[in-house]
Each structure stands twice: as C-alpha cells, then as structure tokens.
C-alpha cells in the first residue's frame, strides 16, 4: 500500500507551529478562467496566488503578539509524504483572527503569498 498525506507541519518565520488536523494548501499558479463570446468558451489566464490555512492553538507562556506580528516572511509547510511547500513571501491575511476559549484556545491563521515552491524529499 502506498502512504498517503496525513500530517503537516508548519514552519513559520522558522519556528515550528504544531497545527490541527485539516489544514488547507492551495499551491498558486497560473489559472484557467472561461470566457464566453457568442456560441463559443475561451479562456483566459490570470495568476492566483498561494494560500494555506491551519488552525494552531494559544499555548501558556505563549506570546500572542509573536504570532501574528505584520510583514511578509517565508512558510513552509511540511508534509509527512515527503513533500515541503515553501512560500518565501508568505504574509497573514484576513482580520486579526479570533481566539476561541474553552477548545484549547484555537487560531485559524490564513496565509497568502506568491507560487509555492515544491520540493520533494
């Protein structure tokens, strides 16, 4: 049997956040967009940046502000199958994100940069 995809690690800025079960990579690149002229569909490309999404949790001595400090820096996100992602320009996106007490004080962070780049080990 052929191992597939079941843990992934993300490395933030170099330091390693242990993530839950259900992150999201969606790897950017040049897409396909249809466009209809008369009884015809082309298509017309666009770039569609990267994007990763994982949920990480509050932890105590933790310091929040670390976390989710502003500017770009590199992601990484490492996948037990052997694959590596690695987003140089990698910035949190989206509103300052909530976290929720009582579940182990979860954060879903969203990131956004330019095509990851994979390397397979």
Do not use: H
């Amino acid at each position: 049997m052929a191992q597939v995809l079941g843990i992934v690690d993300i490395v933030w800025r170099g330091r390693n956040l242990p993530v839950e079960k259900g992150a999201k990579l969606r790897k950017g690149g040049m897409k396909n967009n249809p466009v209809t002229y008369g009884r015809k569909v082309g298509r017309a490309q666009e770039f569609q940046g990267s994007q990763v999404t994982a949920t990480t949790n509050l932890e105590r001595g933790q310091r929040l502000g670390n976390l989710l400090s502003p500017g770009e820096g590199e992601l990484q996100v490492l996948c037990d199958t052997g694959q590596t992602f690695v987003i140089p320009d990698a910035f949190l996106s989206d509103d300052i994100p909530d976290v929720t007490g009582g579940e182990g004080g979860k954060i879903e962070l969203k990131w956004e940069g330019s095509a990851a780049e994979e390397i397979v080990g």
